[in-house]
C-alpha cells in the first residue's frame, strides 16, 4: 500500500448464511463479494452467532482478495452480562491468523462448547463477558461491544442494578471498540462518558447484515489504515485520529492541492516513482541518505525561491541535476510544475527567529494583508504615507517660497523709507501746500472741492493699478488645475471593467470640473474687470468737472504749488505703499505660521493613524496572538541627522545626540529642528540645504507598523527553540494557503519539549487541512503524530545495499506496515517491515510506539 494509511469504508459487524438467523441461505459467498464491492467497502469482519464457518470464511477471503476487499474472521457472542437483555460483543481477529486453532480454543473454551456437546440452541447459549474477552485478546484479537441506542447493548446495564456502574466501568476497560446503533449516539460518548471513565473507546458503526440482497448501512463507519488486521489496531491507539461516522470521506482534499508521486530518473535513482499519502508524510533516513535531497528537489522543481542548502554549491547543482529529469503528478492526475507549494529548508524557521526585525516582519506583514479588510487597512495607510508627505513637500516649498516673498517684502519696505519720517514730511507738506492754495485766485468752497476730487481720483488710480495686478494674479488661476492627480495606480487592484468605468467617469468629471472652474474664475474676473471699468469712468467724469478743471487751471501756471503737490503725492503713495506691504508682511507671517503648525501636524498623523487602526490589525489563532502598533524606527532618524546636521559645533552634536525615549521626545526634537531649520539657525553637511532638510525631515515617515508576538510569553522573551515553533505556527496556521508543506527537518529549530507537546499536536491538527511533507530524525513526530504516510530513505553501500546497486532508492508504507527482520533478504529496504525501519533509524523509535499505545489507556483505579 504504496500511500499508507488512508480513509476506507471498513464493515466489522457482518453476517453469513452460516449465521443461525440468516435471512436467505441460497445467498453464495461471491454474491457476498461482490455486493461488498459495489458499496465500496474495503474491508470486512465475518462475525456469525456462535460460529466461524473455517471454509467459509476461507473462501470469502480468497474472493475478496480479488476484488481489493480484506475479509478478517470474527464472531459475534452473546453475553451472561445483562441488564434488560443480554450484550452482545463481538471477536475480530488477523486475517492471516490460525484460523482453525482459533476456532477450536473458542469452541472449546467457552459456553459455545455447550452446543455441540449438550445440544443447545445457539441463542440460549451466554458467554462470560470477561473470560471471553480475555480468550479474545490472548488469540491476538480485537473486541468490539454493543453500545448507545442499538439492541442487546452495554448501555442495558443500568445504574440501579447491583453493580452496574462497575461494571460498565469493568466492560470500558476490556473492550477495544464502541459499536453504535446510530451516528448521533456519538456525541453522548464524546461528551459524557469518555471525560467520566477517562478513556476514549473508538466508536464504529457496522451494518449487522443477515441478508446481502438487502445490504444497508445506517452510515460509513471509515477507517484510516491499512487493509489489514494490524491496521485495525492502529484505530486502538488512535482512536481520535483513525475512525469517522459520516457520509463523505473524511479529510478529502481537491486533488490540485495534493502531490500524488514524483518520478525520479537521474542515474544516481535509476527510475523510481514515489507516492505520497495526502495528508502526512515522513521521510526518514540515515546520514546523506537522500531525505533532503528528494524534498528539496520536489520544491525546486515546483519553483520554491528558497535554496535547499544555503552556501553549499554542490548540493544545490546536483539537486538541479536531479530536477531535470523529475516530473510531479498531481491527485488530480495532472503533470505541473506550476503550482504552489511552501517549502521551508533547514534551520528556516530558526533564521526567521533570530532574524525578528525583517523577514520575520515582513512574514507577519503578509499574514495580516492575507485578510482583505486589514489589506485594505494597510493599503489605506500606504497611500495616506504617500499622499501625506507629498503634501507636506508641498507645504514646506510653500513656506521657503513665503519666507523668500516676506524678505523681499521686507526689504522693500526698508527702501520706502521711515514711516514716521514719511508721516511727517506729509504733515510738512500738506501744510505748505495749504498756505499756497490761500494764495490762490480760487475761492475757498471750489478749492476745497478741487482738493477732494483730486484725493478721489488718486485714490481711484490707486485702486485701478492694484486691479490691474490683481487680475493678471487671478488669470493665472486658470492654469491651477486642483484635480491634477492621475488614479491609476489606485486602480490597479480593480477588474478591468470597472477600471475602464471609473477612468472614464474621473475624466468626465476633471473636464467638467475644469470647465466650471475657469467659467467661476472668469465670473470673478468680470466683476473686477467692471470695478476697474467703474474706476476709470469715474476718473473720466472727475477729469471733466469744472471745479476740477478750474482747480487744475488755477493752479496750473504755478510751478511752486506743482511742485508740493508732486512731492506730497510722492510720499503719500509711499505711505500708502507702505501700509499695504505691512499688511502683506503681516499675512506673510501668519499664512508661515499656519503652514509650521499644519506640517508639525501633518508629521504627527503618520502615528495618530497607526493608533486609530491598530486593534483592526490584531489577530489570534488560539494561544497564538499578533499584536499591531506603530514602533519608531529610531536608527532611520538618527541616520538622517548624522548624515545631514553639521557636528563641529556643540549646537549640532545635541540636536543629533538628542535621546528619544518616548514618541513624545521624538515630535518635541523634530519640531524643534524645523523651527531652527526655517529660521536657518542649523549648519548643515554640504548635500543638504535647509528647504532639502525640512522637507527630508517632516516628510519622511519614521514610525512603521509592528507586530508583536504572544505565545504565553512574549515572543522576546522566548527560548529560540519556542521562538522557531512559533515561527511554524505563523507560517502555518496564519496561512491561507491549501497547497502542500515541505518542511525539512523541523525539529533541528526546536527544544524537545516543543516537539512532543507543541509540534506534534499541530501536525495532527494541520494534516487534515493540507498535505505535509516532512523530513525528520525525531520519532516523536513520526509516531506521536501519527504519520499516514513513512518514506524511508537508503544510499547504497556495503553494510546497506540496494536494489541493483542504484546509489538513492526509497521504499514507502504505514506505521502499521510491520514485519521482522529477516536476515535472508540482503536488499536493505526490503529486509523489514516500515515500523521496524522507523525502530531502527530514529532513535527513541521503539519508546515512542510504546507511548502511543499507552496515550489512550484507561485511567480508572
Not at 507702505?578 to 501633518?602: C, H, P, R, T, Y
Amino acid at each position: 500500500m504504496e500511500k499508507g494509511s488512508e480513509w476506507r469504508k471498513w464493515d466489522l459487524h457482518f453476517h453469513t448464511p452460516s449465521s443461525y438467523d440468516y435471512g436467505d441461505n441460497s445467498v453464495t459467498n461471491k454474491e457476498i463479494i461482490d455486493t461488498l464491492h459495489a458499496n465500496d467497502i474495503s474491508v470486512v469482519a465475518i462475525t456469525d452467532h456462535h460460529v466461524m464457518d473455517v471454509e467459509r470464511i476461507k473462501e470469502l477471503q480468497s474472493l475478496g482478495r480479488a476484488k481489493g476487499i480484506t475479509v478478517l474472521p470474527g464472531i459475534e457472542f452473546l453475553s451472561d452480562s445483562r441488564g434488560r437483555a443480554p450484550i452482545h460483543f463481538i471477536g475480530i481477529f488477523s486475517e492471516d491468523c490460525n484460523l482453525t486453532h482459533i476456532w477450536g480454543q473458542i469452541e472449546n473454551k467457552t459456553n459455545i462448547s455447550k452446543i455441540k456437546g449438550e445440544g443447545a440452541k445457539i441463542n440460549e447459549v451466554f458467554c462470560n463477558l470477561e473470560t471471553t474477552i480475555k480468550l479474545i485478546e490472548e488469540l491476538g484479537g480485537l473486541t468490539s461491544i454493543h453500545a448507545g441506542e442499538k439492541s442487546n447493548t452495554v448501555e442495558n446495564i443500568t445504574h440501579s442494578l447491583p453493580h452496574g456502574e462497575a461494571q460498565k466501568t469493568l466492560i470500558a476497560k476490556s473492550v477495544d471498540f464502541y459499536e453504535l446503533g446510530k451516528p448521533e449516539d456519538k456525541e453522548g460518548y464524546l461528551n459524557v462518558v469518555f471525560p467520566a471513565i477517562k478513556k476514549h473507546i473508538p466508536m464504529i458503526i457496522c451494518s449487522d447484515n443477515h441478508n446481502i440482497k438487502k445490504y444497508i448501512i445506517k452510515e460509513n463507519c471509515w477507517i484510516k489504515a491499512d487493509t489489514t488486521f494490524e491496521g485495525l489496531k492502529q484505530v486502538v491507539y488512535e482512536p481520535k485520529q483513525r475512525v469517522r461516522i459520516q457520509a463523505l470521506k473524511p479529510h478529502e482534499k481537491a486533488g490540485y492541492q495534493v502531490i500524488d508521486s514524483v518520478k525520479i530518473s537521474h542515474s544516481d535513482f535509476h527510475s523510481q516513482t514515489i507516492y505520497f499519502n495526502q495528508n502526512l508524510n515522513s521521510i526518514i533516513g540515515g546520514r546523506s541518505t537522500g531525505k533532503s535531497i528528494l524534498l528539496g528537489a520536489i520544491a525546486k522543481k515546483l519553483n520554491s525561491d528558497k535554496e535547499v542548502k544555503y552556501g553549499n554549491e554542490e548540493y544545490i547543482n546536483f539537486v538541479n541535476e536531479v530536477i531535470s529529469n523529475l516530473v510531479v503528478t498531481w491527485k488530480d492526475g495532472t503533470v505541473n510544475d506550476k503550482r504552489d507549494i511552501e517549502y521551508f529548508p533547514q534551520s528556516y524557521m530558526y533564521t526567521l527567529a533570530r532574524n525578528k526585525n525583517k523577514e520575520l516582519d515582513n512574514l507577519i506583514g503578509s499574514i495580516i494583508k492575507q485578510d482583505s479588510l486589514k489589506n485594505q487597512l494597510i493599503s489605506n495607510y500606504e497611500t495616506f504615507n504617500s499622499e501625506n508627505s507629498t503634501e507636506i513637500t508641498n507645504k514646506v516649498n510653500k513656506i521657503f517660497q513665503l519666507q523668500e516673498d516676506l524678505v523681499k517684502r521686507l526689504n522693500l519696505l526698508k527702501e520706502k523709507g521711515d514711516r514716521k519720517g514719511i508721516e511727517t514730511e506729509i504733515e510738512k507738506l500738506t501744510k505748505e501746500l495749504a498756505e499756497l492754495k490761500s494764495k490762490s485766485q480760487i475761492s475757498e468752497d471750489d478749492l476745497e472741492n478741487y482738493s477732494n476730487l483730486r484725493t478721489q481720483k488718486d485714490s481711484l488710480s490707486k485702486s485701478n493699478e492694484f486691479l490691474r495686478d490683481e487680475i493678471s494674479r487671478i488669470e493665472n488661476l486658470k492654469e491651477k488645475f486642483f484635480i491634477n492627480k492621475e488614479i491609476d495606480f489606485e486602480l490597479v487592484s480593480i477588474s478591468e471593467d470597472n477600471r475602464k468605468e471609473i477612468r472614464r467617469k474621473f475624466d468626465e468629471l476633471r473636464v467638467k470640473f475644469q470647465r466650471e472652474w475657469e467659467a467661476e474664475i472668469d465670473k470673478i474676473q468680470g466683476i473686477n474687470s467692471s470695478v476697474r471699468q467703474e474706476n476709470e469712468e469715474a476718473i473720466n467724469e472727475i477729469d471733466k468737472t469744472p471745479i476740477y478743471v478750474k482747480g487744475l487751471e488755477a493752479f496750473q501756471n504755478n510751478t511752486q504749488y506743482r511742485e508740493v503737490e508732486r512731492k506730497l503725492k510722492i510720499q503719500k503713495d509711499k505711505l500708502a505703499d507702505i501700509l499695504l506691504i505691512k499688511g502683506e508682511v503681516d499675512k506673510l507671517k501668519e499664512q508661515i505660521e499656519s503652514f509650521k503648525n499644519a506640517i508639525k501636524d501633518a508629521h504627527r498623523e503618520y502615528l495618530n493613524k497607526i493608533e486609530a487602526f491598530k486593534e483592526d490589525l490584531s489577530v489570534s489563532r488560539g494561544k497564538l496572538e499578533i499584536k499591531a502598533s506603530p514602533k519608531l524606527n529610531k536608527r532611520s532618524y538618527k541616520d538622517l541627522l548624522n548624515s545631514s546636521v553639521n557636528q563641529q559645533s556643540y549646537h549640532g552634536q545635541k540636536i543629533v545626540g538628542v535621546e528619544l525615549e518616548t514618541n513624545e521626545n521624538y515630535f518635541t526634537s523634530v519640531n524643534q529642528l524645523f523651527d531652527k531649520l526655517l529660521e536657518k539657525n542649523v549648519t548643515l553637511k554640504g548635500q543638504y540645504s535647509h528647504n532639502s532638510l525640512c522637507q527630508k525631515l517632516m516628510a519622511s515617515n519614521f514610525f512603521e507598523i509592528s507586530y508583536e508576538i504572544i505565545y504565553d510569553d512574549i515572543f522576546n522573551q522566548m527560548s529560540e527553540g519556542k521562538k522557531a515553533f512559533v515561527v511554524l505556527l505563523l507560517l502555518l496556521d496564519f496561512s491561507n494557503k491549501d497547497c502542500p508543506i515541505l518542511i525539512d527537518q523541523p525539529e533541528d529549530d526546536l527544544d524537545n519539549r516543543a516537539i512532543y507537546k507543541e509540534l506534534v499536536t499541530y501536525l495532527v491538527k494541520k494534516k487534515k487541512e493540507r498535505q505535509i511533507i516532512l523530513v525528520t530524525h525525531n520519532p516523536n513526530i513520526v509516531v506521536g503524530s501519527d504519520s499516514e504516510l513513512i518514506i524511508v530513505a537508503n544510499q547504497n553501500g556495503n553494510d546497506s545495499p540496494n536494489k541493483n546497486g542504484i546509489k538513492f532508492q526509497y521504499v514507502a508504507g504505514s506505521l502499521e506496515n510491520s514485519r521482522e527482520f529477516d536476515d535472508s533478504v540482503k536488499i536493505t529496504l526490503d529486509s523489514k517491515g516500515i515500523k521496524e525501519h522507523v525502530c531502527e533509524i530514529l532513535e527513541g523509535g521503539n519508546e515512542a510506539f510504546k507511548q502511543r499505545e499507552r496515550k489512550y489507556a484507561i485511567a480508572i483505579e
